[in-house]
């Protein structure tokens, strides 16, 4: 006999496995400092409900050039600004030490760990594997220290097939393991990863494209001259679009917020 | 007793008219500098004092190396009256070689002003403090300096100089009144003293009176944390290690409590089952030694940083003896605030800094720095610091201050880039001096066609420091983020080598059709292309 979505929901939350459930969550104060990580951003924050959600684990995702990793200095910047402590667990060893500087991220409170992972692995696809497990180990670590304010683990750029290859109860148990603490979990890729487990997805691509148009799988990466700003000599910045495609605290998930970004050190 | 408002009644004073069951009774003893020691003594004999100190009474307190303080109150039921017990102690001395001046008296301070100002063996009676003191030369409060804590320490004397030394300017002002001895300036009203000197001249006038100003705070000697632990069978796995470590640094984790003590320094020492290679008895110990990088007492946290150090250098034979030696040092005072988000405490971050140095080595890891270097990408690894405040710290440079202050939260984000420590070869088609196509072998970089190129920009350096380095992109063998930089951390120091290789490049940011941005340069050396970053 069919079960309705309540029986569905009431059955896992007898089994406690109901914290997969997408709308599970009750919203949060945008206000409440202790509930979400601001991005001192005031146009993402007012769309995002006051930032990314505190004891959850959340994706910024989108192609390259969709302002990731220009979105994860923001947050990485306002969460040191806040006194809080940052690590990134940086996969593919991509972080720019200038850039982080210059999006204002107080360096000696961001723990960077330098992963292995190489785009190409060529005929070493095992070597790859390996080391982004080995990334996971050390973003476990991390969230197991507990009392970061933000933790990041940043495969943007890893080989899609070594991602695949994740078991998907690993997102799940990272999911768990950040619940209830005020750590903002926070993974950085290019397609969403953790499905089910994520507090809040938001992906990034550049604006007029229509992400809602291309899909999760699309990315917006089709129309580069209308994100792409160019002066007359010079690279001036990028224009995107970022939307939220998931979130378990939230009914809507319509509408986007622009993102304009400014070459000072690019 | 408040220091500010000495009362020669108090009980501390000892007021003969009040009985007091047991009284207190003070000695002092002071190794003048300068004297000539019988030569097979006088290497030990500042020691040599507080061990005749601890002979006596276990409450005693050192003033520096020659002089101390001794409660020895109850040793008449012992020794007989004071003048017995001043006897006892100038025996004592002279036993041990050490020529001190020896005062008794029913205040610590009497006692102390009277062993420095006195040779021999000066007992005071009781009540008699103040006259005994009275006939002394108002220049001895040059050497008994009282800090604001109230220590006395004559060394503290000589260390400072006259001009600084407030016992100096004091004595100065009350040599211009005309006052000579400790009995002249006992005499003067407190109220007009401290409207002149203020309150600190009533602690000198408490000195010239003989009266305590705080009790006597006992020294203890240092103790050594030390645990060893035999075993019947020798250990050859680090699991089994795990539980003798915990065993063994449980009790010595409530010793440094007790003692408000954590631990500086923890030594591993372990005795190894191997053949005695000199034949002599001693056996191989494989020993290690671990600077913590915050005084720390909490068991779980000392063994996991040993047994990861052990891990990473394992010892190479069985396992019979654990010894555990910590060099203690202060314990931390942590006030913590209920407004202020709480960071990981000392103890997990550097639980968390070994597990990370175990599984991506130590020099995968830490907090970024710039460098002084206009070289593309170029930056340092520092240790990442175990103990952060909750509240705000300042960027530690004042380059960062002034690059990255508060944004406006209406401004745009700063454009990142994201590099590639291995610049990528490229080909690269160009026309009329402008790149048209970039494309790659590397898989996940096909590239495309140039949409929107920015460029060039020249930059080069380094070539100063040597031969041509390939700028970075030669082969793509080296790391450009290898600038000088030393690497510590709290277990060991790295320090990367220089990479001496110039760099000589013209740089262009390009738009491609595959929707990216990307920096490329040629490099000017060997006329090739590479892709160094993604702009994201």
Known sequence: MPLARADLESLLRTRRLDRTLTTALPGVDPRDETAVAPAAHAGLDAYLGGGLPRGQLSEIVGARSSGRTSLLLQLAAAATRRGELVALVDALDALDAESAAAAGIDLARLLWVRGHVVTNPGLCGDLNQRALEQALRAFTLVLQAGNFGLVVLDVAEAPLPALRRLPFTTWLRLQRM????????????????????????????????????????????????????????????????????????????????????????? | MSPLTPNSQSPITTNPQSPTPNPQLYACLYRPPGREENSACSAGSALDVVAIAGEFSPRYECHGADLVSIDVSGLGRLL????????????????????????????RMAALVLAIARPGLVVVPRGGEAAALAPISIGVLEKVVVDDDGMQNPQNAQKHGDQHNPASVAVAAFTRWGLKTLGELAALPPPDLAARMGTRALVWQAIARGDDVRPLVPTLAEERFEATLDLEWPIEELEPLSFVLTRLLEPLSTRLERRDRGAAVLHVLLRLVTRDPAGDGGREVCARRLELPTPMRDVRTLRTLALLDLEAHP????????????????????????FARAVPTPERLSTLVARLGALMGQDRFGAPARVDSYRPGAFAMEAFRVEHSASVSQPASVASVAQSPIPNPQSPLVSALRRCRHPVPARVAVAADRPVRVTTDRRGFAGGTVIRCAGPWRTSGDWWAGGPGGSGGSGGSKEISSVSSTHPTYLTHLTHPTVPASWDRDEWDVALSDGAVYRVFRDRATDSWYVDAIVD
Do not use: K, W, Y
């Not at chain 1, 089910?196 to 990466?221: E, V």
């Not at chain 2, 009256?81 to 001190?100: F, K, S, T, Y």
């Not at chain 2, 069985?318 to 005072?333: L, W």
């Open chain 1, 178 to 266: 950040v619940e209830g603490t005020q750590t903002a979990a926070l993974l950085v890729g290019t397609q969403p990863m953790a499905r089910s487990s994520a507090g809040l997805t938001l992906q990034l691509g550049a604006r007029g494209l229509g992400i809602g148009d291309s899909g999760l799988g699309g990315l917006g990466n089709g129309g580069a001259a209308s994100g792409i700003r160019f002066g007359h000599s010079l690279f001036e910045g990028l224009t995107v679009e970022a939307r939220v495609v998931r979130a378990r605290s939230r009914e809507r998930e319509d509408g986007c917020v622009t993102l304009s970004t400014r070459a000072d050190c690019a």
């Open chain 2, 315 to 338: 010892p190479g034979a069985g396992i019979d003896r654990v010894t555990i030696v910590i060099d203690p040092t202060p314990g931390r005072v942590l006030q913590h605030t209920l």
């Open chain 2, 80 to 107: 007989g009256p004071p003048q017995a017990i001043g006897d006892e102690l100038r025996r004592e001395a002279a036993a041990r070689g050490v020529r001190a001046h020896i005062a008794v008296a029913a205040t």
